[in-house]
């Protein structure tokens, strides 16, 4: 079973700039989570899809961080313009079921982006 | 506010000796607990814990959950080089929606 895909592994840009990274969650999976990861901390959940719908956005700093889920499969999060404090690893993570809170989650490489 | 807490923030052992490690957490509506293994960038699952599953065992790791007194440990037995990773303890509640509330991990070196 292939697992979580991410692209791209490592970004580097320059504050203001914008960039996007990429998830494929494994086939079937309904929920996709992002997290961003600072370095020293647990991950923190960003933003929760259900199919294409959106179940939890709260902690997505709206004003500068967007995400869709195409079709239920593929997500995007976007981040524009970015600021030294998102320097941190992108996770982006899926599971079977409904997110009942009894289903594994499966987490991609992850991508480290470097704001400077 | 929901939160996990997991100590020590780090440790450093030798070869062969046994660890624990501690989750402890304050969450609306508990519903799982889960411990991952971070070597490099992606977590990858150990264990999950829930009301009808208090204690896990896989080779040398072992995890119980305590819900009275709201925490879990993961014991490492025997421990090797190859455990040397942050150990991640992640709380699934249900507060509206369904989510996960990670602790800020325990790093762990083991010495050889």
């Known amino acids: 079973e292939a697992g979580v895909a991410q692209s791209p592994r490592y970004k580097i840009i320059e504050k203001r700039q914008s960039v996007a990274f990429w998830c494929n969650p494994i086939?079937?999976?309904?929920?996709l989570y992002w997290y961003q990861q600072i370095l020293g901390q647990g991950p923190k959940l960003l933003i929760q899809f259900q199919n294409n719908g959106v179940v939890d956005d709260s902690q997505l700093p709206k004003d500068r961080f967007s995400a869709e889920r195409l079709k239920g499969v593929d997500s995007t999060l976007k981040i524009q313009p970015a600021k030294l404090e998102d320097s941190a690893v992108y996770l982006c993570?899926?599971?079977?079921?409904?997110?009942?809170?009894?289903?594994?989650?499966?987490f991609g490489p992850g991508t480290r982006l470097t704001v400077l | 506010e929901d939160k996990v807490v997991q100590s020590p923030l780090s440790l450093v052992v030798h070869e062969g000796d046994t660890v624990t490690l501690n989750c402890s957490y304050e969450v609306t509506n508990f519903r799982s607990l889960l411990w991952y293994k971070q070597e490099k960038k992606a977590p990858t699952f150990l264990f999950m814990l829930t009301s009808s599953g208090i204690e896990k065992k896989s080779g040398r790791l072992s995890s119980i959950l305590d819900k009275k007194e709201l925490f879990s440990i993961l014991n490492i037995t025997a421990t090797q080089t190859g455990d040397s990773a942050i150990y991640l303890c992640a709380v699934g509640s249900l507060s509206g929606t369904y989510k996960y509330i990670f602790g800020t991990g325990t790093r762990l070196k083991v010495l050889a």
């Open positions: 086939s079937g999976h309904a929920t």
């Open positions: 993570a899926s599971s079977l079921g409904a997110g009942t809170g009894y289903n594994e989650q499966f």
